[in-house]
């Protein structure tokens, strides 16, 4: 079974301008979360989606949004990028349930200049 | 809310020795508790989880973690370290009743074993 695709794995962006960064789960797996790390603040919960609908958010500025499809693949927006958001986005998938493991994607670079 | 600690940032061993990386957590309610490990240039792979039941659990690569209740800990071991378990290890929590999706995590312990 394939694993957790992200695409670009790297991106180089200049401040004010946005990215989309896409997620591809496992086959089968609903639910699609994402993450920031970064070497100060760890990995910060971004949102979660699960069929469609957004489940859960973490404390970011409306900047960050999200949506997913209904083949499950999810993608993430950032606009008006500051240079604070360069980082590795990482892409969650799981199945339903909270007794479960996440599988994580490659991660995408960002860098913002 | 609930909180994970991970009291060292690095932990050093002798390849053939036993390993320790610690972890504390802080929850309302039982926790659902995981390990994942990062290597350089990937994504978190799955280690081991504790749901319920016995304490200690065994997981992937020969690690396991050992549940404590009252100390409210779930420390990740290996009776012997290898060079190739050298990476970053992150211990992470989740709550029932609340949205699957989210787990907070720890700020990670980067493990070094040299030969």
């Known amino acids: 079974k394939a694993g957790v695709t992200q695409t670009p794995r790297y991106l180089i962006k200049t401040r004010g301008q946005q990215v989309t960064l896409s997620c591809s789960p496992i086959s089968g797996h609903r639910s699609v979360s994402w993450y920031q790390q970064t070497p100060g603040q760890g990995l910060q919960f971004l949102f979660e989606y699960f069929s469609e609908t957004q489940r859960n958010k973490g404390n970011f500025p409306g900047r960050f949004s999200g949506r997913q499809f209904s083949n499950s693949r999810s993608e993430m927006n950032v606009s008006t990028l500051e240079l604070g958001d360069s980082a590795l986005y990482l892409c969650?998938?799981?199945?339903?349930?909270?007794?479960?493991?996440?599988?994580f994607g490659p991660g995408t670079r960002l860098t913002v200049t | 809310a609930q909180s994970v600690a991970q009291p060292e940032d690095q932990v050093n061993v002798a390849e053939g020795n036993p390993l320790t990386v610690k972890c504390t957590y802080s929850v309302s309610g039982n926790p659902y508790l995981f390990w994942y490990v990062q290597y350089p240039n990937r994504g978190l792979q799955f280690l081991l989880k504790?749901?319920?039941?016995?304490?200690l659990v065994k997981g992937s690569y020969g690690f396991e973690a050992e549940f404590n209740k009252s100390q409210t800990s779930f420390h990740l071991k290996k009776p012997s370290a290898l060079v190739s378990d050298s990476a970053l290890y992150f211990c992470?929590?989740?709550?029932?009743?609340?949205?699957?999706?989210?787990?907070?995590f720890g700020d990670g312990t980067t493990l070094t074993v040299k030969p």
């Open positions: 969650a998938s799981s199945q339903e349930g909270v007794l479960v493991e996440q599988y």
């Open positions: 992470a929590v989740r709550v029932p009743n609340t949205n699957a999706g989210k787990s907070t």
């Open positions: 504790y749901i319920t039941g016995d304490n």
